[in-house]
């Protein structure tokens, strides 16, 4: 479907006065080329001044038959006739012709003019191009100048090459043409008079033979080139591969590709396809790449991109024989993050390329990058002969018509350009919104057109034939495809008048203003209709495609001769004067772009529920306030339209995802009173938004009863109300409301609305900046266990990060109380290893550092040590050596809390003894026995036996009993023998009188004998005259071995 708006694209118009009867036209450069009727000479007219006048003539050499001209380089390229030959033959330098009896140089391609011709001064060249077979059409690349040349079945690439005269004249006469290229750098910048010393000239890079297919248009754009016969369309992208290939076909298919020719007397009818991206390669056409043998830069890869075939059709009166492809151009689009194409420099490579072909009824408009796509189908209401793509418009000519259609390249480019587009960030209109025409303009007899800026030049000639004999001419004509033509006609002798005409297009911000002016009808009679939004999206687009090109700061196409133009400071100071006019430029058009995101959110945000979210993109894009898209949205007493989905959507992602941005206490109340009129349900969370802080509490506690007589009660609802009854002062209703739900039912209330404590947190999406409500401080005084659970039900609900909660309870001043309660309890309740670990090593650290402390935490802890003990896995069974490790220098209760606390820790089996290493370096094991029991359980965790029983014997004798009969068990029995028994024997000879000592000899010497057989034991017996002291061991092991 395309809609129809009655918006003028068009501004004004001007007939160029020429001389003789146009027979061809093209354009570029600033200049309109005139191709007068006979083909051989040339006029070219500013198209960058008012009456477009007169800037040079030259001569050509033949007959043009076709012109082209590429503005990188600023050259000419032609299919002449001359002598029943064909030539293709380019001019460079052709703006020095508008000085008189200027010189002119011929040349062949690869040969360059030297001598007294490069001494002489600049002048325009005439390259002739020698080719095997005739050319049949040529197209110019508009990223790097290159030109691509069909041939009946081949195309021919030719690489454009530029180097200085300084050069050339250093250079022997037999040596070729180098291959190195001038960099952009090199040439950016450059003045003047540099300009005069480049030369131009071509490579020939690449043959490709395509057997299947006789071109009729071709185009080429980067890497992609195209080429359309009468029903066939195939795009290919050619590489430069960095290593060599073993075969020379670069991509062909199995099919053959010597068919016979049709025969006359038959026509042969296709049927449609469309194969995209790696399905074209199976269309049946064979491409095959020709070395050249002078390309030194590698090989090249061949792909397929898109193949598209029709099946010839009646339309209107048009016949089989004239339903052909016309108008095929490939479009490069930049953006902002890249270099515009200058002259003189090789650019980046286009963010986007779009392929374009028509057929006398219909055009298709494909995106080659990044995935092939067909973007839009122009339905033409009457034959179109030609048509021309821009980046805000597509101009197509009919017999008697011009007329403009959208197109979708923006839509396209935008998205490429930015990555957050589609999101709730930003939005644009999709690819595949419908198109538009635009108010058409009436001429006669119109044959072709060309376009350059915001100029589009028509050539019109009147047929000297009335239509309706043209028409039954055309009826009797003979159904063979060869007997037609396509070649443009030019108006024949007896025609009765010719015109060229310039049409002036408006800017794109006039245009985007009458489009806005243009959709207010339709929002005084529907706000809602279709018909608006897609009118406002049109000019989104518009906008869109002005503000994603680039900006170039050089100097564009060389329009200027070097001997004419002022001197260096006028030209700084109109550069300047351009620059700044480009920025003003620029600014009106991002305003003009907020003016329309603001439209389209309100479209959206009246319109139905399937696409009210882009409401929020679309305010968002604007940069309007909160209270300015209120006032938008505000209904007018009279109406009966209540608050759209779209509207309330946004309203409700600005409350529920930002935070940025504070209500006044009169937008507060609106809001509220907006949400319990259109939807009570979200009252909850609207209040305990941190944006409406500033609303009255007094008619919050009034919506949220109502809500609570409605709705029922809920424990989110009864905490709000109880929140609201806090802010006013009224503790005794706060009191009641907090009393109607058990601790555990408040916990899942502050779950589900966890803003009720927190601001900054809001579901998933969380603020570094979180900060308690006054309902978290009042129950940080007044409720501190309900605050600590709600705290860890939230972390363990991700509503809140451990960061985040620190935060929370050190801006309450409780982060050596309460902070330790959370960490604990999250300990208890998590599962994760990461927060697990985390917490075991605070909370380490923590205890020590308060007994390393004259006073630990000020207040008393939530849970005991026995009660983390029967709670946590993570907190062990204290070993029962511990007890005798009495700290007799610890008298706080607190402190012996905290210290069971740490010994529980190093007794489970989740704490890391290598991260708590570091800490108990601050931590005597020889001042106090507290401190030698916790070097001593980090010493057993590691497998220490052997020096944590020295330690003991040296510091606390009587627990190296109950040590080994708790930790020397299983795998570490022999330590009894083998390191406890050597030693006290060892210690008590120098200390006899030791009665710890002997009766921890003793007791070894217990287990030793019920362990070992009589022989092993005897083993073990000094040799230093004391073994009568063992013999009631011994004696008791002999007798336990016999009874065994």
Known sequence: MVHVYNCHPFASQQIVQVEHEPGLICSGGGALFVVATGGCKVDVYSLEQEGCPLLCRFATMGTVKNIQ???????????????????????????????????????????????????????????????????????????????????EKTLILFTLRRQSQQNVSQQSLQSSWPNTQLSSSHNQGQNSSSNQNIILDFERSVILHIPGLAPQQVALCGAYLAVVSELEVLVLKLMAAPGPQNQDESASTDETADNAEDPVDFLFLARHQELLGD???????????????????????????????????????CSIEETRLHSLQLHPMFTNNQSAPLTDTMPDEPACIFCFFSLPNAGYLYSLRGGVELLSTYQYPEKVLGAVLTDHL?????????????????????????????????????????????RMQLFIGLRMLCLHGGRVALLSAADADPPEEAERGAQHRTPSRKAVSSRPRGSSGGAHGWNLYVVDTVSPITLYREMVEYSSRYVETN??????????????????????????????????????????????????????????NRQELEEAFRENCAQLGDCFSRGNQKDCHLALPYYRMSRLSV?????????????????????????????????????????????????????????????TSPGMALSSPKLALQRLQQLEHTMGMSVPLTITMAAMTLRLGDLQRYTELMERHVDML??????????????????????????????????????????????????????????????????????????????????????????IQELLFRLASIYIEWLTQTSPAASKPLKSSEDLINSCSHYGVLYPWLGVLTPVNVTNFQQQEVLHKLQSLLCGPSLSIGCVLPLLERVSEGETLWGLSLHVLCATRR????????????????????????????????????????????????????????????????????????????????DDGTAIYFLPHLMACSQRHLLT
Not at 88 to 93: A, P
Not at 989 to 1017: G, H, K, Q, W, Y
Request: one cysteine or more; hydrophobic letters at 40%; a negative charge.
């Open 943 to 1022: 497998g220490q036996y052997d020096c944590c029983m020295e330690k003991l014997l040296d510091s606390c004798p009587q627990a190296i009993i109950p040590y080994a009969n708790h930790q020397l068990q299983d795998a570490h029995m022999a330590l009894w023998w083998q390191k406890l028994l050597p030693e006290l024997c060892d210690r008590t000879r120098a200390a006899a009188d030791n009665s710890i000592l002997l009766a921890a000899l003793r007791e070894t010497l217990v287990v030793v004998a019920a362990e070992m057989s009589p022989v092993e034991f005897l083993e073990l017996l000094p």
């Open 69 to 151: 001209h590429s503005n990188i380089g600023d050259y000419l390229v032609t299919i002449e006739e001359k002598n029943s030959a064909t030539y293709l033959r380019s001019y460079t330098n052709w703006r020095y012709q508008a000085e008189e009896k200027a010189r002119v140089g011929v040349r062949l391609l690869g040969h360059l003019l030297r001598g007294a011709s490069v001494r002489g001064g600049a002048q325009m060249e005439i390259i002739e191009i020698p080719l095997s077979e005739q050319p049949v059409a040529m197209a110019c690349c508009p990223v790097a100048g290159d030109l691509l040349v069909a041939c």
């Open 279 to 317: 399905q074209a390669k199976d269309c049946g056409l064979s491409v095959t790449m020709e070395k050249t043998g002078l390309e030194d830069r590698g090989q090249y890869t061949l792909s397929y991109v898109l193949y598209r075939r029709f099946a010839p059709d009646f339309f209107q009166g």
């Open 527 to 584: 706000p809602n209709a279709q018909s608006c939004r897609h009118l406002l999206s049109e000019a989104h687009l518009l906008l869109c495609a002005s503000l994603v090109q680039p900006l170039p700061l050089g100097k564009g196409n060389p329009k200027y001769l070097p001997k004419h133009t002022g001197g260096e400071a006028e030209a700084q100071i109109g550069k300047d004067v351009r620059l700044r006019q480009k920025e003003t």
């Open 394 to 438: 597509l101009h197509v000519i009919t017999k008697s018509a011009l007329q403009c259609f959208s197109v979708r390249c923006a839509a396209v480019a935008a998205r490429v350009e930015d990555p957050y587009i589609d999101t709730t960030l930003r939005a644009c209109p999709p690819s595949s919104l419908e198109v538009c025409a635009l």
């Open 627 to 687: 209270s300015e898209i209120i006032s938008r949205n505000r209904p007018l007493p009279s109406s009966r339209r209540a608050y759209g989905p779209g509207f309330l959507f946004y309203l409700k992602h600005f409350l529920l995802e930002e935070t940025d941005q504070l209500f006044s206490k009169e937008a507060a109340n609106e809001v509220i009173d907006i949400f319990s009129q259109s939807e009570p349900s979200q009252l909850v969370s609207v209040c």
């Open 746 to 835: 408040l916990v899942y209330g502050f779950i589900e609305e966890p803003r009720l404590l927190l601001c900054g947190v809001v579901g998933c999406v969380r603020d570094s900046r979180t900060q308690p409500t006054p309902l978290a401080h009042h129950l940080h005084h007044n409720h501190p266990g309900l605050l600590v659970a709600a705290m860890v039900a939230l972390h363990e609900n991700s509503k809140v990060q451990l960061e985040q909660a620190d935060q929370v309870f050190k801006e309450m001043g409780c982060e050596d109380g309460l902070l330790v309660d959370f960490w604990e309890a999250l300990l208890v309740a998590s599962s994760h290893e990461a927060v």
